[in-house]
């Protein structure tokens, strides 16, 4: 029996058009992403890697092929879907408190009173958070607005986490404080999480898979398995040998799509245990 993906990513398109300008941005990116995984996204700069997320988010059409949550097609924010950006200052409303903006998309879904009160109070308490409800957001550091932004998500429910490159504007301690909380809180509430990040290193350790993506126009370059122990430690992990293979395979591929590289063959893949993808011709 074949189990439907979470997050089906069927051969999607995306040309943008300006008056008469066409920028083909994403060329043919096919993966899908099962139930419980947690995949991280690299790729050189401008390789489509937020236009893929905001098309999985909704909050773009598709040029052509088409994105699937749970077997139904994506035409707008679906409801089972929370996001967590980069820019955490923008993301959060200043005018309301930490419980105000965990609140607010509970609201929007329906969510009665007494159950939103328990969603939120755990939220916090899952991000180390309980003690700030009543603040707002510019009171809290960097570190700590993300946290509620991460909260918000979790509390949300969803059945897939997107976060597009969260932790790119925290400092080097806090970002791997909270690489550690997001691998915690997948394990603990098996939600799946599909990652976006620059940072080949963060990516190696966060995920089960990394997708890297081609230069624009964007396709998976190669969909590496990243087979390190479940347990992962800031030290431990990334101290192993394993751990070093990995990020060296991932940064080679990333350089080779920088230099315009668009198909790997999967003999030249000694490192990682790539999973090939059936692509249609272009
Ligand atoms: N609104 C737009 N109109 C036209 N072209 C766009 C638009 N947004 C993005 N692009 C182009 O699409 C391509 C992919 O951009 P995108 O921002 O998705 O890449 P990225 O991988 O997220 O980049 P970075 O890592 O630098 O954030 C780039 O060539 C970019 O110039």
Redesign the pocket.
């Known amino acids: 029996m074949t189990l439907t993906p979470v997050l089906a990513v069927d051969h999607v398109k995306k040309v943008?058009t300006?008056g008469t300008r066409h920028?083909e941005?994403?060329r043919d990116l096919h993966f899908d992403v099962a139930r419980g995984e947690l995949v991280c996204v690299v790729?050189?700069?401008?390789?489509?890697?937020?236009?893929?997320l905001?098309c999985i988010a909704g909050l773009m059409d598709v040029t052509a092929g088409e994105v699937r949550l749970e077997g139904s097609a994506i035409s707008g924010p679906p409801r089972g879907m929370a996001v967590v950006f980069q820019e955490y200052g923008r993301s959060l409303f200043p005018w309301m408190t930490v419980r105000g903006n965990v609140e607010l998309p509970l609201k929007e879904k329906k969510v009665p009173r007494a159950r939103r009160t328990v969603l939120v109070d755990e939220a916090l308490a899952t991000v180390g958070l309980d003690h700030v409800h009543d603040s707002y957001p510019w009171q809290l550091s960097g570190g700590m607005q993300q946290r509620v932004a991460i909260a918000r998500a979790v509390a949300y429910e969803p059945h897939i986490l997107l976060m597009d490159?969260p932790f790119a504007a925290v400092d080097a301690q806090t970002r791997a404080d909270l690489e550690d909380l997001i691998r915690e809180l997948w394990a603990r509430l098996r939600v799946t999480v599909l990652f976006?990040t620059?940072d080949i290193d963060e990516a190696v350790y966060l995920g089960e898979r990394v997708l890297v993506?081609s230069n624009?126009p964007?396709v998976v370059l190669e969909d590496v398995r990243i087979d390190l122990p479940g347990e992962r430690d800031q030290l431990g992990t990334r101290a192993l040998p394993r751990f070093a293979e990995l990020r060296a395979h991932v940064y080679g591929l990333v350089q080779q799509a920088k230099r315009g590289v668009r198909a790997v063959p999967a003999d030249a893949s000694p490192a990682g245990q790539t999973l090939q993808y059936e692509r249609k011709p272009s």
């Open positions: 943008y300006t920028v941005a994403v790729g050189p700069s401008g390789a489509g890697k937020t236009t893929l905001r490159e976006v620059h993506l624009s964007t």
